[in-house]
């Protein structure tokens, strides 16, 4: 479901008061939400066609620090501008801000001929391009968990992270008495999206105290991306604007289980026929998924590096808490990296269990498309279906322990190179040993703790 407000609808919006704002966005490389909120007469009287921003927004980290050592931007490059380009069917109101419409935008040159390479959207939008013009429709869905607490975002900075309190006092997975005493923020959260156009499953809780999960429909590669980055803006609004703070971190609290970002994932023929399925398989595979999921396997531990982006992330991997450490495939066993849902169905799919809450879902479809389409062009054989606890088998292939790991490995794919680009490849690879570096030159409360008193 893409956007659903026209540009002649929002003018007579504007015109009878109801609309002021319009945010016009575009994603940067950590899956933020970047750019400017324009007042709703100036945004029609042109500022639809196009405005522009620095293009150090795909070459800073978290904090928003300069980083040395891209090509596409830097000091010595003078960081000018990218044009950011308003994809208008994504536009929609924002019943969560008051008289407030949002639009996603493309980052382009300053001619807008062409997507900047390292854009998130713009590599995701080339991957779905690449699998249409192989004469299928990926769809995709992200299942999107987070954690609700009690505190708010200011009261946290100002030194009240040792008072993060969770909404729960228990784990509430799928429990209903429980999350009646959250729906003040997931009610709001549900019947928002709803309005803005996103496909709204359900909520549910989660496997921890105060972790919940939303579900929204599946949807084209791209427009799962773009619904999950309007998701994660939603939920982080509408908690903010009733005193609570929520996280998307990979992993919050070592003791508690991890936060992800399932994908799952089918093609689909032009006119909506399932590729996927063969009734006469075992499990309902046809030949072309068994390729597609044999590639995701092949190069799996190439493409952990935007499955799993920080160094936090891989602290998510852990035995016995429903996170996969292993990249490997079996048929509805939540052990495993890939598992296959819906067997014998039209609705037979991959669900990938690597990606964290973390993650940058443009990033994530795209490289998982990727290893998917190199399957199906190189006819890989699929291998021998996992059965059993993934955790506790010896001798299969492991998903990389920690971000540098992933990295080298990311640098090293052939694969990625050439569906990216070496310059994407090259983009990345530092960003991920920026975010090494400036976690290891980082003095901790766990070192403060373990060692002030006793080393
Ligand atoms: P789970 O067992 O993981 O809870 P669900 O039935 O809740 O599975 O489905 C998870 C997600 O899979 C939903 O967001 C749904 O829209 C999506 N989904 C269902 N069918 C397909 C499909 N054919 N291709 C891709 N995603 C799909």
Redesign the pocket.
């Known amino acids: 479901m893409p956007g659903n407000l026209t540009l002649n609808a929002l003018r007579e919006l504007v015109d009878a008061g109801t609309v002021d704002t319009v945010l016009v966005a575009a994603v940067d490389m950590q899956g933020r939400l970047m750019g400017k909120r324009f007042h709703a007469a100036f945004f029609l009287n042109g500022g639809y066609k196009e405005t522009h921003c620095c293009n150090y927004l795909l070459a800073v980290d978290m904090e928003m620090t300069t980083v040395p050592g891209y090509k596409s931007a830097g000091w010595e490059q003078g960081y000018g501008d990218y044009m950011m380009k308003p994809d208008l069917d994504t536009m929609r109101l924002l019943p969560w801000l008051p008289g407030t419409a949002l639009v996603l935008a493309d980052l382009m040159d300053h001619s807008g001929a062409e997507d900047i390479a390292v854009s998130p959207r713009a590599i995701l939008k080339r991957q779905v391009a690449r699998a249409r013009e192989m004469g299928f429709e990926p ?5 999107l968990e987070f954690y609700i607490f009690e505190n708010a975002y200011d009261d946290l900075r100002d030194g009240g992270l040792s008072r993060l309190k969770p909404i729960s006092g228990y784990n509430e997975d799928y429990h209903i008495f429980q999350t009646t005493k959250e729906e003040s923020v997931m009610r709001d959260v549900r019947n928002g999206l709803y309005a803005a156009g996103i496909p709204v ?2 909520t549910k809780g989660e496997a921890d105290a105060g972790q919940h999960e939303v ?4 949807s084209d590669a791209l427009d799962t991306a773009d619904n999950h980055i309007i998701v994660k803006q939603a939920v982080k609004d509408i908690a903010h604007a009733k005193g609570k703070s929520v996280t998307f971190m990979a992993k919050y609290d070592h003791r508690k289980a991890g936060s992800s970002s ?1 994908v ?3 093609l689909w023929t032009k006119d909506g026929k ?1 590729v ?1 399925y063969d009734h006469d398989d075992t499990h309902g595979m046809s030949e072309t998924m068994k390729h597609f999921l044999a590639g995701q396997l092949a190069h799996a531990q190439e493409i952990t590096a935007f499955l799993a982006p920080y160094v936090n992330s891989y602290k998510r991997f852990t035995i016995g808490m429903f996170a996969p450490t292993k990249a490997v495939w079996s048929a509805d066993n939540r052990t495993a990296g890939f598992r296959v ?2 067997g014998h169905t ?4 991959v ?1 990938c269990r690597i990606p964290g809450s973390d993650v940058n879902p443009y990033l994530a479809c795209a490289a998982l498309l990727a290893a998917g389409l190199a399957g199906i062009e190189g006819k890989l054989e699929l291998e021998a279906e996992m059965k059993g606890d993934m955790y506790s088998a010896k001798g299969i292939r492991e998903i990389p322990h920690n971000l540098r790991e992933a990295a080298d490995l990311l640098n090293g794919s052939d694969m990625l190179r050439a569906a990216f680009g070496d310059d994407v490849v090259d983009h990345y690879t530092h960003a991920a040993r920026w975010e090494i570096a400036e976690t290891d030159r980082v003095v901790t409360d766990f070192e403060l703790q373990r060692l002030l008193e006793r080393a």
């Not at 579900?215 to 599946?218: A, H, I």
């Not at 039209?346 to 799919?349: F, P």
């Open positions: 769809m995709m869905a992200t299942e499953e359900n579900n929204y429909r599946y399932h799952h994932q089918s399932p996927f849902c819906g039209k609705a037979v799919r669900e």
